[in-house]
């Protein structure tokens, strides 16, 4: 199995709303990575968590909150977002660090609007 | 600081070969690795190269120098559904920071009959 589920695909929600995106893998990836992607543009790191733990937060606004309940599932709470935070959210998994292409493996993504 | 430049478009008919170039300054980074990203879709792992050379991939290869700080995507007999944004990346070599990947900024190419 090498794929990484993500619900919802798409999302609307107002600024004052609260939900969560959440990601699923089995392959036994110990890397699970948030990224945010406008239209056009590469996909930018938010979040690295690497076995459970978070290891890289790219400066990422407090009202976006991962969390890592265990090895196989990653979560990304939204709260007070903004109409610029509108964008594809892509989860992505990767197996090992060290030398190589530590290859990611990226869901299909959650399609946010905030209104 | 680290950066990737691509091309940002390239066209191309069906059948033909298209290279899509990379140029990069970076600190230090384990290899070079391409994704293929289709509109509405999710990035995917296409190709790596950890050392000097070419690496082929079926219609797919792609080439890195070092000393050159270059590399390219090579793409063969061209179909319509390779139509997608290509991106290089490298993974950071930093203490700390190697789950990171430096991405470029895309080449969006477009293959037409």
């Known amino acids: 199995d090498t794929e990484v589920t993500q619900t919802p695909k798409h999302l609307v929600m107002g600024m004052t709303n609260k939900k969560s995106l959440k990601c699923e893998q089995h392959m036994g990836h110990r890397a699970m990575y948030w990224y945010k992607q406008k239209a056009k543009k590469p996909p930018e790191l938010m979040f690295v968590?690497?076995?459970?733990?978070?290891?890289i937060n790219e400066s990422v606004p407090s009202r976006f909150s991962p969390e890592c309940p265990n090895s196989s599932l990653l979560n990304l709470h939204l709260h007070a977002l903004q109409p610029e935070d509108s964008a594809l959210y892509l989860c992505?998994?990767?197996?090992?660090?060290?030398?190589?292409?530590?290859?990611?493996?990226f869901g299909p993504g959650t399609r946010l609007t905030v209104l | 600081g680290q950066s990737l430049e691509q091309p940002s478009e390239v066209t191309a008919v069906e059948g033909a070969i298209v290279q899509i170039n990379c140029t990069y300054q970076?600190?230090?980074?384990?290899?070079l690795s391409w994704y293929q990203q289709h509109d509405g879709g999710a990035p995917t792992f296409l190709s790596y190269n950890g050392l000097d050379g070419l690496e082929e991939t079926g219609r797919f290869s792609s080439f890195l120098s070092r000393s050159d700080s270059y590399g390219y995507l090579l793409l063969q007999e061209l179909q319509m559904k390779d139509s997608a944004s290509y991106f290089c990346a490298v993974r950071d070599k930093k203490a700390g920071n190697n789950r990171k990947l430096i991405w470029g900024l895309g080449t969006s190419l477009a293959v037409n009959p």
């Open positions: 992505a998994s990767s197996q090992r660090a060290g030398a190589g292409a530590d290859t990611q493996y």
């Open positions: 970076t600190s230090g980074f384990y290899g």
């Open positions: 968590y690497s076995y459970e733990k978070l290891s």
